[in-house]
């Protein structure tokens, strides 16, 4: 009974049933999904690093795999700072996605520039509303 009440408890998170699950108002007041489509979109743009261009050399699977190791080892984040876009390419680090704070934020790029030195990092962190 108990896995039962477990697979349903993650279903309904999963579905967002539920109160405050379906999204959120930006400022002007206007709707907005509670997903990140907007920024996945802008994200695509001509030259934007992503995950698939990504370099696939060992040194940056490295960075970027010891980079995510402490971000996530880091309990003081939130759930957002834990998955941010980590994107490395000749040794250079894209950092993208939302965190909760300035903290947040400095506290990653801190992490990225351990492993590959400030000039090496690109921060396009934005702090959620």
Known sequence: MRTRTCIIGAL?????VGAG???SKDED?????ADNTGVNERDRAA?????QSAGMGKSDVDIMASIRKRVVADD???TNAHNVKIVAADGTVHLKGPVAS???RATIVRIATDEVGAKN????LEIAP
């Open 121 to 124: 990092v690109v921060d396009e």
């Open 102 to 104: 300035g903290t947040e």
């Open 21 to 23: 699950c379906t999204g």
């Open 12 to 16: 309904v998170l999963a579905l967002g």
């Open 47 to 51: 030259g934007a690093p992503t995950a």
């Open 76 to 78: 003081s984040l939130s």
């Open 29 to 33: 007041g206007a709707r907005r999904a």
